[in-house]
């Protein structure tokens, strides 16, 4: 994907929009693994590479800085984040927060029909790990999650949680809740979604908070083990 370079005499929304795209392409990149962790990014070679000016570029980085995904060290460069344990466990801690609040709220607004369809979703989920198919947990997790949330509308919850998903889908590239972790948390969906559904708010709310306690601890343990790579 090329990031069309900035026409002179357009206004800032202009060098929003670009930085936007770099912010998402630079994020994927790293989130998938094609950026190692500990890797120097160069300013200069992003520019370059998508024909734009340092402007932009600078825009993207403070946003990957402000997610953590990078860091900047002085006299030294900007590099891609190692992700440690105090990472997983500040950031699991934040989902927490902002998903046991959501799902209390989402119980009572999501509609039978969108439970019922994420249910459906999760079940052949978990079909599909007993044949070692994991890609549909993952989309299902993803999904489950963010719609969740989603289903608040409540604008600061979701803006939160967004924050925090792409260093969510980078553990998960880096070795984190993988597939000896999967049956476990498709088993906590189902708890979620069927408290959900009998519009439990406290079951659903109790369901959450365990699963995402239980991901911290199955990462940070898979991390201690050397099972992620960083």
Request: charged share 25%; glycine share 6%; aromatic share 4%.
């Amino acid at each position: 994907m090329t990031v069309p370079a900035r026409p002179s005499g357009r206004s800032s929304l202009v060098v929003d929009s670009i930085a936007d795209q770099l912010y998402r392409i630079l994020s994927e990149r790293i989130t998938t693994g094609v950026f190692e962790p500990g890797s120097r990014l160069d300013p200069q070679a992003v520019a370059e590479e998508f024909g734009v000016s340092r402007t932009p570029v600078r825009d993207a980085l403070a946003h990957l800085e402000h997610d953590q995904l990078i860091e900047t060290r002085p006299r030294s460069g900007t590099f891609v984040a190692r992700p440690g344990v105090t990472d997983v466990r500040e950031v699991c801690q934040l989902r927490k927060g902002i998903e046991w609040v959501a799902t209390g709220i989402a119980a009572t607004l999501m509609s039978d029909a969108q439970i019922a369809d994420l249910r459906a979703e999760a079940v052949e989920a978990l079909a599909a790990i007993d044949k070692g198919d994991y890609d549909p947990f993952f989309a299902s997790d993803m999904r489950i999650h963010r719609e969740i949330v989603a289903a608040t509308g409540n604008s600061r919850l979701i803006k939160a949680r967004g924050s925090v998903e792409p260093f969510v889908a980078w553990l998960r590239v880096l070795g984190a809740t993988g597939p000896h972790r999967t049956k476990g948390s498709s088993h906590r969906h189902l708890e979620i979604l069927d408290a959900m559904a009998a519009r439990d708010v406290g079951a659903a709310q109790q369901a959450a908070a365990v699963h995402l306690d239980e991901v911290e601890e199955w990462t940070v343990a898979d991390m201690e083990s050397n099972a992620i790579a960083t």
